[in-house]
């Protein structure tokens, strides 16, 4: 069994914390009163405080007893688990609410959206499983069109696939609009390099086509969808294409032989991932940043704009930026690849280091929070910035705070991007929210506010194009080349 837990939804948090939380500040608060009347009190005080704490008490367990802070779920049984088709109309009006009345919906027809919502509602069968109500409603949430909302399968689903689960068992990646295999398989005779051609029936440009369709990302731009394909393929063709036991391969080797083979399906606990939860699946253990000096230049590498635990960023950044200037570095490398963003204070201490003036960052009304919080602040330079060649390296990973830095890098002309387009651009929704669906349990992070940076005449929903395009071939991923920094050190820019 496994106690799923139910999400505040006006804070990212559990109820149960929540609550906690409650519980003691008024508890605090009670206190402070019982000092202050203490001489009125007097002899009442213990007996106060037993009742405040028979209520805590009692009032805990009425919410436990309602399902306020969630439920138990038998983990053994989820995946095949039936839901009645008003078990899974109620999941759906609660997503449908969640977008509706939250999400600002700045890249999507509203109106449009709700039609989609309404013939979906047709479609819900009873005694559906978990996985089949997800790939019937996860296009919806797609339609969003927005990166920082996303349907994930439950806990207990993600537990009990770690018993089983048997997902394609060689790695793939997408390179050109073609699937290629990235692990040899010598009972079979498939070989790294070999491109698929279709798997269990459906051509690999099917197979493509179902995932982009399954995938979220901010407006029409598909690089983040692309991106995620290459790097979690078989993760997502489990949960949205095919989970079968084999799977029949035709493909084609590298002298161009038509062949086919037959895989048996495995499990793989780097394949167990969630669609908002291989955002960070890089980064489970740290080593969101690190920084090298050569002799003529230097690469800072900048994973996800998270913090390390002990480390202060503003502090890392200045010793960096101080050793460029004292070894007087001219050449400067950010490799931003594989960024999906996250902090936009820790963009702005890394582009402090870069502006030469007074910068605006974040445009247009925010809450008093944000504003309280210090997000309509403008960079201001740093005494240590850095002035010489900037080339920053970018992907279809980059959105959100990603996204953002590289709309300021380009309209300020502050250096040069190359690789590929961007997945996100100067403006898009965050501020997101969690929740969990009452009977399902599956999670939902959607998005309620709009951030923009202050910018001009770039695409609000195609992503960034670099300066110089350089994208990575089948050849230099199974050779371990990186043609993007190689671009970078051999040619004259």
């Known amino acids: 069994m496994m106690f799923s837990m139910n999400y505040f939804n006006a804070l990212p948090v559990n109820t149960i914390f929540l609550y906690a939380v409650i519980s003691v500040l008024l508890t605090i608060v009670l206190l402070l009163l019982l000092i202050v009347f203490r001489r009125k009190l007097k002899g009442k005080r213990k007996r106060i405080l037993g009742v405040w704490t028979l209520v805590v008490v009692l009032v805990f367990i009425i919410l436990s007893i309602t399902g306020s802070f969630g439920r138990f779920v038998d983990v053994n049984a989820t995946d095949n688990k039936e839901y009645s088709k008003g078990e899974l109309i109620e999941d759906l009006q609660q997503v449908e609410n969640c977008i509706m009345r939250e999400n600002p919906l700045i890249f999507t027809d509203k109106e449009v959206l709700k039609k989609r919502f309404a013939n979906t509602y047709d479609k819900i069968e009873d005694g559906m499983t978990e996985l ?20 994930s399968i439950s806990r207990a689903l993600q537990k009990n696939r770690e018993e089983t689960a048997k997902y394609f068992p060689l790695k793939v990646t997408l390179v050109d ?33 179902i995932l982009l369709d399954n995938i979220s990302c901010d407006g029409d731009n598909d690089a983040k969808k692309r991106y995620i394909i290459s790097k979690h393929f078989n993760s997502r063709f489990f949960d949205f294409v095919d989970n079968s036991n084999y799977f029949n391969v035709e493909y084609l080797d590298k002298t161009g032989d038509l062949k086919n083979t037959r895989l048996n399906a495995e499990y793989r606990s780097e394949f167990n991932s969630t669609a908002w939860g291989l955002h960070f699946s890089d980064y489970q253990d740290g080593n969101y940043y690190d920084s090298k000096i050569y002799n ?4 800072l590498v900048v994973r996800i704009f998270m913090p390390e635990k002990g480390e202060d960023f503003a502090l890392f950044l200045d010793k960096f930026f101080s050793k460029l200037k004292e070894d007087h570095i001219s050449k400067l490398i950010i490799d931003l690849r594989g960024n999906f963003g996250a902090s936009h204070e820790m963009a702005k201490i890394l582009l402090s280091h870069l502006v030469s003036k007074k910068t605006v960052y974040l445009t247009g009304k925010l809450p008093f929070l944000q504003n309280l919080l210090g997000f309509s602040k403008p960079i201001i330079p740093a005494e240590n910035h850095f ?43 965050d501020s ?6 009452n009977n399902t349990r599956m999670r939902f992070h959607y998005s309620t506010l709009v951030y923009q940076v202050a910018v001009e005449g770039l695409p609000a929903n195609e992503g960034i194009e670099p300066d110089i395009e350089v994208k990575s071939t089948i050849d230099s991923i199974l050779n371990n080349r990186d043609l993007q920094m190689e671009s970078c050190l051999n040619s004259k820019i």
């Open 387 to 429: 002035d010489g060649e900037l080339i920053v390296l970018t992907d279809g990973a980059n959105f959100s705070t990603a996204g953002h830095f590289c709309a300021i890098v380009k309209y300020h002309k502050l250096g040069i991007l190359l690789g590929t387009r961007t997945a996100g651009s100067h403006i898009c929704t």
């Open 296 to 299: 003529d230049y230097a690469v």
């Open 132 to 151: 089949e109500f997800y790939r019937l409603i996860n296009p919806l949430v797609v339609d969003v069109k927005c990166g920082h909302t996303n349907l």
């Open 432 to 437: 997101s929210k969690d929740a969990v669906l």
């Open 177 to 209: 609009n073609k699937l290629y295999i990235l692990e040899g398989n010598k009972s079979s005779g498939i070989k790294a390099g070999d491109q698929i051609k279709s798997i269990n029936g459906r051509s690999s440009g099917q197979i493509i086509q």
